[in-house]
């Protein structure tokens, strides 16, 4: 959520206040060289950027340029720790949110070079037993699976350019390598860590060889693994086991020496505990592995899916008529209901020189999930600088729990913007904060 002034109609858009923000206040920031003040203001940026995109289909060329300019000023930070990767990847994963605009722009390369450097950082600083940084290693895996789904752009004729199939080895590789560095702080027989994007499905185990995922029936698994090979296996009391599922075709033109890739593409990989590679070759057939991949072809749907958003209080009538005229035909209607964002109400207070007091942000539609929420408060008195918002909701209707990610103050008249980082779900469930579902936030 962003609390901002509304732009004036004319002189001022959206699209002028990012340029502006993003071409010089930014990178003063970055020459500065401080992370803690980059990383906000930058996710302050792209998130406006981001809600922005979803509506427009013009301004292409300016957005490009805004895209790359937050992408750069990220990717130039240094990556030491654990906690710099993990602010640093939410950052970037919110940069590939619209792949066509990313990869026209200028931060592929230093994107999949930070990347690099937080997949060593988590190996690096992880051992059996620590916490395993997953959220982190999901928004490593947006940023490959985008740039990877860019690349996936259908034949083009046999041409095969050479610097997209570095690209898709590398973001291959690492994704591979960002596994291998999560199974770090693994033990043996753990339950499996499970990484899903929209482009790739990931896997991992440290498993005995009698434990190995793919192994039993019924299990959802590209891959079948007979347990005849567990005991060929059985030199190894311990393995580590990586399984990856793409949804699109890393390699350019979607072909492989002017053969069409019509399939899923899947890939499963043995090694040791030291990371050495097991290899596995020569197998007989009762020990042979399976794959069963999906057709990525288009085909026709088998399924008539509507979707319909209601507004509050709103009602909808089906009326579904049976193509089959049996009557002994059976009819399988299947209803799902999501609910796409916070029932409750929000009020919120500032905290500078003076109090805002509680102010009610209402407005139609507000507060759906993933959704950037710009709203225009007014003050009987200048509040100076804001140090502290106080923000909550009333916890009423049939979905009031509220993920808020962060906010940003901007003063008009100063032109000076507050940022302030919450990455917390106000929810009575929540167990961290006691079930609060109002929250303190100091400025960043």
């Known amino acids: 959520m962003v609390l901002m002034p509304d732009f004036l109609p004319e002189s001022y858009s959206v699209i002028d206040w990012l340029k502006h923000k993003s071409q010089s206040e930014l990178w003063s920031l970055v020459q500065q060289g401080n992370p803690s003040e980059v990383i906000p203001y930058s996710v302050t940026l792209i998130s406006a950027l981001n809600q922005y995109s979803r509506h427009r289909e013009h301004d292409l060329r300016d957005r490009i340029n805004i895209r790359s300019n937050i992408t750069l000023a990220l990717t130039s930070l240094t990556v030491a720790t654990l906690e710099d990767v993990n602010q640093i990847s939410a950052a970037l994963a919110q940069c590939v949110a619209f792949p066509g605009e990313f990869i026209m722009g200028q931060g592929l ?24 940084p997953s959220e982190a290693g999901r928004n490593i895996l ?56 929209s482009e790739i499905d990931v896997q991992g185990k440290r498993v005995d060889p009698f434990n190995l995922l793919c192994a039993w029936p019924g299990e959802p698994c590209l891959f079948h693994i007979p347990q005849a090979l567990s005991s060929q296996l059985s030199a190894n009391r311990e ?38 590679p097991v290899s596995i070759s020569g197998l007989a057939t009762e020990r042979s592995i399976r794959i069963t991949l999906a057709d990525r072809r288009p085909h026709q749907r088998e ?28 009819l399988h209607v299947d209803l799902r209901f999501t609910l796409i964002g916070t029932t409750a109400h929000v009020g919120i207070s500032l905290y500078g020189l003076n109090k ?11 507060f759906q999930r993933n959704s950037l929420d710009i709203f225009q408060i007014e003050t009987d008195a200048n509040l100076g600088e804001i140090w502290k918002i106080r923000i909550w909701h009333d916890n009423t ?48």
């Open 109 to 132: 390369e230093g994107s999949l070079r930070i990347t690099g450097q937080m997949i060593d950082i988590i190996g690096n600083q992880t051992g059996q037993g620590s916490a395993t």
């Open 142 to 197: 947006r940023i490959l699976g985008a740039a990877m789904s860019v690349i996936d752009v259908g034949p083009n004729n046999g041409t095969q350019r050479q610097d997209d199939l570095f690209t898709s080895a590398t973001i291959f590789q690492l994704t591979s390598k960002l596994v291998q560095s999560l199974m770090r702080s693994r033990v043996l027989n753990e339950e499996p860590l499970l990484l899903s994007v």
């Open 239 to 276: 393995l580590i086991q990586l399984t990856m599922s793409l949804r699109v075709n890393p390699f350019p033109g979607g072909t492989i020496s002017n053969y069409s890739v019509s399939t899923h593409l899947g890939s499963m990989e043995l090694s040791s505990s030291q990371g050495l």
């Open 303 to 330: 399924h008539t899916v509507t979707v319909k958003t209601l507004s509050p209080g709103e009602s909808v009538n089906f009326t579904i008529r049976p193509v089959n005229s049996n009557r002994a035909a059976g």
């Open 356 to 366: 805002s007091g509680s102010r009610h942000l209402d407005k139609e539609g507000a």
């Open 397 to 444: 209707g049939l979905s009031p729990s509220w993920h808020l990610e962060h906010v940003a103050v901007w003063d008009k008249q100063t032109d000076i913007m507050y940022y302030f980082l919450a990455q917390d779900w106000l929810s009575v469930e929540n167990e961290k904060n006691e079930g609060m579902v109002e929250k303190d936030v100091l400025a960043a």
